[in-house]
């Protein structure tokens, strides 16, 4: 696919692929490494609270270690981590970590650090998502478009994120229907320069389809480009796009400070 840019601005254009099943071009699978993204959230008992200072101080350290020793790989696993409170925004976790390797397994290794630690005795995981980068069928190389291979994650104050799934309807229209659509949908978020979307698939190794994740500093602007989205053509084919969670960035030691 390319992008069409017709004379005096407006809308851009796609070139629109007409074999998204690829039962025409019957393409090979595509083994190249790509980013695999978990966004693993966590939640506190408050029994944890009611330890003694010393105690709670010492259980935190330990957990931050193991976090931080996650990291200790060599560069050519793309291990990345970044680091959100949500205590004041959402009810039922008090934090995220949000990882990002080449190999699944490495989240089943970041995991395992952290069961080994004392905190993991007081903290439950309501949600984890795992999804994969890869390139958007609707937009090729449109700069500022979060649609390229690889992420630059963290970049705002804020994240925004949420597990996504289309409508079964949405995979049967043709494929000029919902070229159509999504060329609305991303002229329509245009104007909102403030707001970096990062889209990772989880077709087959997780529960959604996609999961959304809007990297801003102004929180005001994805509250009215959401609801601008809603006006599209293209939100009449969502089946879900809840919980969504507001995240605030923060290092690790002042996200466990958040905890207790």
Not at 109 to 136: A, C, D, H, V, W
Not at 154 to 162: E, I, R, S
Not at 190 to 200: A, C, D, E, V, Y
Request: hydrophobic fraction near 35%; aromatic fraction near 12%.
């Amino acid at each position: 696919m390319s992008e069409h840019k017709p004379q005096g601005g407006g809308r851009p254009r796609m070139m629109v692929d007409l074999d998204p099943s690829g039962q025409v071009s019957q393409k090979e699978p595509d083994r190249q490494n790509r980013q695999f993204l978990n966004y693993a959230f966590y939640k506190l008992s408050p029994e944890f609270r009611r330890l003694p200072v010393q105690e709670r101080e010492e259980i935190l350290a330990e957990f931050q270690a193991a976090v931080e020793k996650w990291l200790d790989a060599p560069a050519e696993a793309g291990r990345i981590l970044r680091t959100y409170s949500l205590v004041g925004t959402r009810a039922e976790v008090d934090f995220m970590l949000w990882r990002i390797a080449f190999d699944v397994r490495d989240f089943n290794e970041g995991q395992g650090l952290l069961n080994r630690t004392r905190l993991m005795g007081y903290l439950t995981q309501p949600y984890n998502f795992i999804s994969m980068q890869k390139r958007s069928q609707y937009v090729n190389r449109v700069e500022g478009s979060g649609h390229g291979i690889e992420l630059l994650p963290g970049q705002g104050t804020y994240l925004f994120v949420y597990p996504f799934v289309k409508t079964r309807a949405w995979y049967d229209l043709s494929p000029h229907a919902r070229q159509g659509m999504m060329d609305e949908h991303i002229y329509a978020s245009n104007p909102f320069k403030g707001i970096r979307l990062n889209t990772s698939y989880s077709y087959g190794i997780d529960d959604q389809e996609f999961v959304v994740a809007f990297d801003s500093d102004y929180p005001q602007e994805f509250v009215d480009l959401v609801g601008r989205l809603r006006h599209t053509e293209a939100s009449l084919y969502t089946l879900t796009d809840t919980p969504m969670f507001t995240c605030i960035k923060k290092d690790l030691s002042g996200l466990l400070q958040d905890l207790a």
